[in-house]
């Protein structure tokens, strides 16, 4: 993945050195924290090639009003947005007037609601143990041994057989991530936009931890910048995954982000 990183040319060669050793430094430290767990994403993606000719520079904004700009939530997923498309060579410009375009996100987790969800149930039946013969010595009524053949009876056992489809009711939670782009045309004044490219990432599980997926779904969405799916495209992504370890590392010409590393807010 790290191939294809691309900074912005304001940065200086020392700058973007020191950033490409961050990244990979924290590739390896994620990756040695989660061997196990992944993540089911669908992702579908939508854009105009022609409108992204040129696009480099962007300035970024949310799309929902009901996602505070101000709130830490907010500003540490405009980080991992600003991340993700640095990753595909686009920057965010000093100068927010000169932007090519403007990339605007949105964000959220649905209330909780019950689904039906079908499991796989072991299924095992009762097998009747072995029987098998020992000699034995014993008296008969004149007092004589004798040799008789007695019958030694094993426990049943239980054997697995297959499985049975089962449904059972969970609470599960819709979590999505949007991130849209718009040419700017200067020509017609700031507020006419071409709309360029779009990118939803959507997940629905029992996890409610919306922080916990935003690095996730802005990772999955990371390779679909400007590209076209027919259909949502199923995504199975682990937590150790270059992508994720890249967006969680943060960028900015100061650094990765340093905002709170508990809590949500």
């Known amino acids: 993945m790290y191939n294809r990183l691309k900074f912005p040319a304001s940065l200086t060669p020392l700058k973007q050195a020191a950033l490409g050793a961050i990244f990979a430094a ?137 499985t049975q489809s089962r449904v059972k009711p ?19 004044g700031d507020e006419r936009r071409d709309p360029a490219f779009s990118v939803n990432v959507s997940n629905q599980s029992e996890n409610d931890d919306l922080r916990e997926y935003i690095p996730v779904m802005a990772a999955a969405a990371l390779d679909y910048i400007g590209t076209n799916t027919e259909k949502e495209e199923k995504l199975r992504i682990k937590a150790d995954d270059e992508d994720v370890a890249f967006i969680k590392a943060g960028y900015s010409e100061d650094g990765p982000f340093t905002g709170p590393s508990t809590g949500s807010p």
Do not use: H
């Not at 579908?44 to 929902?64: C, H, T």
């Not at 965010?92 to 039906?116: C, F, H, N, R, W």
């Not at 991530?177 to 040419?183: A, D, E, M, V």
């Open 26 to 162: 924290t590739a390896l430290v994620f990756s040695g924290c989660n061997t196990s767990k992944s993540y089911e994403v669908e992702v579908e993606a939508k854009s105009i090639p022609e409108k992204m000719v040129g696009m480099e520079s962007y300035r970024i904004a949310s799309r929902n009003r009901e996602n505070d700009e101000s709130s830490l939530r907010y500003r540490e997923t405009e980080e991992q947005i600003r991340t993700a498309l640095s990753g595909i060579g686009m920057y965010e410009t000093t100068d927010p007037e000169q932007a090519d375009m403007v990339v605007e996100i949105d964000y959220g987790v649905s209330p909780p609601k019950e689904v039906l969800v079908e499991y796989q149930e072991p299924v095992y039946v009762s097998v009747p143990g072995r029987v098998r013969y020992v000699s034995q010595q014993v008296r008969d009524k004149s007092g004589r041994l004798i040799t008789v053949r007695v019958p030694i009876y094993e426990p049943p056992k239980q054997v697995f057989a297959g």
């Open 170 to 188: 969970v609470t599960v939670y819709d979590k999505y991530l949007t991130i849209t782009g718009s040419r700017i045309d200067r020509d017609l």
